[in-house]
């Protein structure tokens, strides 16, 4: 398995309570990843704004607070024995590796320069933005100017360096006009790393129909994100007793399947980034959703490719 977003190391570096990823309550544990034949687990180095900054750390610049979260990356990893992909071809030798990737543009300040930083570290996916406008480009939004936003020219910038660089684009929380935009100019692959199919679940940061059709015509997929407020068929935000269920999970992935087909399949767990009642709680519990997209009728290779082959095939792109 592959899971494309997580928000484990933005936790453990928010609590600072002695948690690691070998021993934590969260979802994702080293422990867990390897017994569920986690081959490469995606870990973001979600950079907070306003609110989302603990106390202790507002006096931290964005940069330096991605610093820090980096940091945070390599000794966990590293004191847990994880390696990092540097290379997609390491995730046939079968073990579990971290997939370094951020999320939220604003992490660079608008110096385009450090991108080549962030590769230097070895991060594999950028996220233009999060849930607010930054540099680069404008989030996804129930405010339809906000929304039909394209990128900015510096995010222009960003997606053209990033593919010199060999990063790919995640267009998870980016808004429709930045979509639209970053669609028209690249050419590969790029990917939305955890959004569910807005047709399903009507919220801004799930995927329109032709949205999912253009991320398969240029080779991207988009990751299963395990959020209930993603994942109900309601327009809501999370209620308080909102739960993620396998159910729900079903009718997103058939109706991705059916509308882009096989190879746009992926999942993003979004894995202690999420809150609610976990029907599916850590990668351990993924067999029953496979279970399910079969008795749903989804054919095995397509399950296959959701699960391993067709972000092994985005990853892969920028091979060097
Ligand atoms: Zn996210």
Same mark, same amino acid.
């Given at each position: ?26 979802? *994702? ?17 979600? /950079? ?16 330096? *607070? ?19 992909? /540097? ?28 991108? $080549? *930083? ?40 960003? *997606? ?23 669609? $028209? ?15 399903? /679940? ?19 997929? /988009? ?98």
């Amino acid at each position: 398995m592959i899971d494309l977003h997580s928000d484990t190391i933005y936790s453990l570096w928010c609590r600072d309570d002695g948690s690691t990823i070998e021993k934590n309550d969260l979802s *994702i544990r080293k422990e867990t990843l390897i017994k569920a034949g986690v081959r490469g687990q995606c870990l973001a180095l979600f /950079t907070p704004m306003h609110e989302h900054v603990p106390e202790r750390k507002r006096s931290l610049s964005l940069w330096q *607070i991605v610093s820090e979260l980096h940091d945070r990356f390599v000794k966990e990893t590293e004191s847990a024995g994880i390696p990092l992909l /540097t290379d997609p071809e390491e995730l046939k030798d079968g073990r579990l590796h971290a997939i370094l990737t951020t999320e939220e543009g604003a992490a660079i300040e608008g110096d385009i320069s450090r991108l $080549s *930083i962030l590769r230097s570290w070895g991060v594999r996916i950028f996220g233009l933005t999060w849930n607010y406008e930054n540099e680069l480009a404008y989030p996804n939004s129930t405010d339809p100017d906000i929304m039909a936003r394209g990128l900015k020219k510096k995010g222009f910038e960003a *997606i053209e360096e990033c593919s010199r660089l060999g990063i790919l684009i995640d267009v998870s929380h980016l808004s429709d006009g930045g979509f639209d935009d970053v669609a $028209s100019h690249m050419k590969g692959p790029f990917l939305a790393t955890h959004s569910n199919a807005r047709a399903i /679940t009507d919220v801004p940061r799930n995927l329109t129909d032709m949205q999912l059709k253009t991320l398969a015509d240029h080779g991207g997929v /988009t990751g299963l994100n395990l959020c209930p407020a993603f994942l109900h068929d309601e327009k809501a935000t999370v209620p308080e007793s909102a739960e993620s269920r396998i159910c729900d999970m079903v009718r997103h992935v058939i109706h991705i399947y059916r509308t882009a087909g096989s190879e746009v399949l992926a999942i993003g767990t979004d894995f202690d980034g999420i809150e609610g009642k976990l029907e599916i709680r850590t990668h351990q519990d993924m067999p029953k959703l496979f279970e399910a997209l079969s008795a749903a009728g989804l054919p095995s290779s397509a399950i296959d490719r959701m699960a391993y082959g067709n972000a092994e095939r985005v990853l892969s792109f920028f091979r060097r």
